[in-house]
């Protein structure tokens, strides 16, 4: 199976620009990756690069080794002048969602008409009211202008996969840390300690001093 998007993040030189895949420069919180991947559909396993020429490139390169087809992201999407009022629909998707500030024009482009929902019966009587907002839930169950996507999950999306590849390096690294402070405190115990065993015989030995000069 053809990966262009792992063909484009490894070009290197051959594309200047690319940032890498969108699922890794995104941080998501745990139990809304679903939701977001449902959001952004294709674009969840995009690939994102800086500026039109790289994105044609690209597709240039893609075409030329035949190496298949990506969803491409520009970081330096033009912001649109107003965003639509959400939050008077309930939570904003944005709201669970950080990103570099390179990136936050064209997330907000990919996220700012989405609202979570606790389900798709709370969906449909919001959208009565804000036909212009797309809703998902935390299932990843869309409804979004009229179309209603749901059922089971299906195979886990780039989002979740590296939301599990952080959480498990996160737990990983924690232990270790917690062992090399643990580490760091006995040897600054074992240090204080030594200093004190090498203080005393001199003292005693400056005592001995003294009284011999008083005799």
Known sequence: RKDAGARLVHAGDEVPGVLGPL???????????????????DVADAVVVTGMDAA????????????GRAALVLADAPKRPARPHVRDAGQPLLDFVRCDDVLEPVVEQLLERWVLV??????????VH????????????VLSHG??????ASAPSLLEVQAAYDE?????????????????LAASAGVASGNSETMEPR?????????????
């Open 130 to 141: 804000h036909p212009g907002l797309s809703f998902v839930t935390a299932e990843g169950d």
């Open 203 to 215: 003292s005693a030995s400056a005592c001995a001093k003294a009284r011999l000069r008083a005799g």
């Open 56 to 67: 044609m490139q690209a597709v240039v390169l893609l075409k030329d080794e035949d190496a």
């Open 118 to 127: 606790e389900d798709l019966r709370t969906a449909a009587e919001l959208a």
């Open 147 to 152: 179309v209603l996507h749901g059922g089971s």
């Open 23 to 41: 699922a890794s420069l995104l941080h998501v919180d745990t139990g809304v990756q679903q939701a977001v991947a449902a959001a952004l559909g």
């Open 168 to 184: 498990t390096t996160t737990a990983l690294e924690r232990p270790l840390m917690m062992r090399l402070r643990r580490g760091k």
